[in-house]
Structures are given as C-alpha cells and as structure tokens.
C-alpha cells in the first residue's frame, strides 16, 4: 500500500477538546463544570474551582505560542490579584482642598499615610489610614480617614472625580489624586477625628494656628476601625 503523503501546506484545524458551563441564579454566576468532547459529544461534567480557570487560560497561552506577562511590583503594593489591587502610600505633604461657606479654600498640610482598596472589575473604592509609614501587614491597625467626603469604615465620596478606565498599576497615581487633589465638599463621618470634631473644622483650626510646618494629625485623634486583613476581606 502507498503511505498517502501530507500536503505541507495543509493548515491544521483545532479541534474542540472541553467545554466550560456557567451555572448561576439569576445575573450571578456561582459555578463553573468542564466538559470534556468527545465524538462532538459533550461527557459528563465535573466542577472546576476559580482557581483552575487561570491555569486554562495560561494553557491556551502556551498553546498559541504566547507568554504571560509579568511585571516587577512597586515596593507598596500589598495586593495584586485578578479583581483587587491594595496598595499603601507613607504621609506626604500635600494641599488639602475644600468648600467652606461657598467658597474653595487650600492649603498645604501632612496628610496620614494610606492604604488604597480598589476593585479591578467592580471599581468599589476604598481609603483607610495607617498610623506610621511603615509597610503594613494583616495585623497592622487601620483608622477612618480624617477628611471630609470619607464614610466611616473606607468609604470615600468620589464626587466629581473619577477613576482610570483601567485599574492597575500604572494607574495607581490617578486613583490615589481621586482623594489628594479633590475639593472635599461636606463631612460624612462623625466618628473620623475623636472628640467629634469634623474633619473640615479640625483642619482649619490646625492652620490657623500658623504652625511652622503643615498641620498634621496624631495617632490619638484617629478613630481606629479594626485591622488591615479583617477589613479587606470585609470587602
């Protein structure tokens, strides 16, 4: 018999291997099954956990020839996942822009140091305080901000600011001017600096005093919320 000879121009065709099903209730998905092919038949199912799902991915990757790309970390990113970037960012000196009887009014003061919560997909915003510039851990004590338009708990009142399209790292300083350079319209937390005082009043009268350097807040006028782990994964 003649071995039949294979045209080297023949262009090979992908064949179906496996099928991923979606099942949810209503508009959440809240579970994945493969489906091996066979015959052009899906078999049977078995479930696959969202972890696994990457590792498909990253499979079809490396079978078109590609290669996922990685990147060098800045020294305070804390968190870089598939839906959530967290970063933290030491005080820093800084104008702290508001409205007061009508009028914009500014200047420069020594903001806390930060930690950034935002989610990649959701956008879900989030800003706490940390009481030192060291890097924090799971363990390290997190406070309200002590600015007007911050909620008790993270929450933030983005007002006429808005975020990247892109959540990501290179865009991690255009997140963080969403709070630094806004003009803070009201206060929405009374629990922000103890003794009840608003944030909008506590800074004015802080520069009124003409201090040599821009005003500050301590430790002791923070209002703490809980710790660094436990409210991420309040999210």
């Known amino acids: ?15 179906p291997k496996l099928a991923l099903v979606f099942s949810g209730l209503g508009d959440n998905l809240t579970s994945v099954a493969r489906h091996d092919i066979a015959d052009g038949r899906l078999q049977v199912g078995t ?17 078109r020839g590609a290669k996922p790309k990685s990147e060098l970390l800045p020294a305070n990113v804390l968190v870089n996942s598939n839906d959530k ?6 005080s ?15 200047f420069n003061i020594k903001w806390p140091a930060m930690v950034f ?4 997909l959701s956008k879900q915003f989030r800003c706490v305080a940390l009481a030192s510039d060291e890097r ?6 997190v406070y309200d901000l002590p600015m007007p338009n911050a909620y008790h708990g993270g929450g933030f009142c ?18 963080e001017s969403c709070v630094y350079d806004a003009v803070k319209t009201h206060s929405s937390n009374s629990q922000a600096i103890k003794g009840g005082e608003t944030p909008t009043s506590y800074w004015n009268r802080k520069a009124k005093a003409r201090p040599k350097t821009p005003p500050s807040i301590t430790k002791r006028d923070l ?11 309040s999210a």
Not at 1 to 15: E, F, G, L, R, W
Not at 85 to 90: A, G, K, R
Not at 226 to 232: I, N, V
Request: proline share 9%; glycine share 8%; charged share 15%.
């Open 47 to 63: 479930v696959v956990a969202p972890e696994d799902l990457l590792e498909l991915v990253l499979s079809v990757l490396e079978g």
């Open 92 to 106: 820093r000196i800084a104008p702290f822009w508001h409205v007061t009887n009508g009028e914009r009014c500014g």
């Open 85 to 90: 970037l967290v970063w933290y960012q030491p």
């Open 223 to 233: 209002t703490k919320i809980g710790l660094l782990g436990s409210w991420l994964a």
């Open 1 to 15: 018999m003649t071995p039949v000879k294979q045209d080297p121009n023949a262009i090979a065709v992908a064949a």
């Open 117 to 120: 919560a935002v989610g990649k």
């Open 136 to 141: 924090p851990d799971a363990n390290s004590p």
């Open 158 to 175: 983005l007002g006429n600011a808005t975020l990247p399209r892109e959540i990501s790292v290179s865009t991690m300083a255009g997140i």
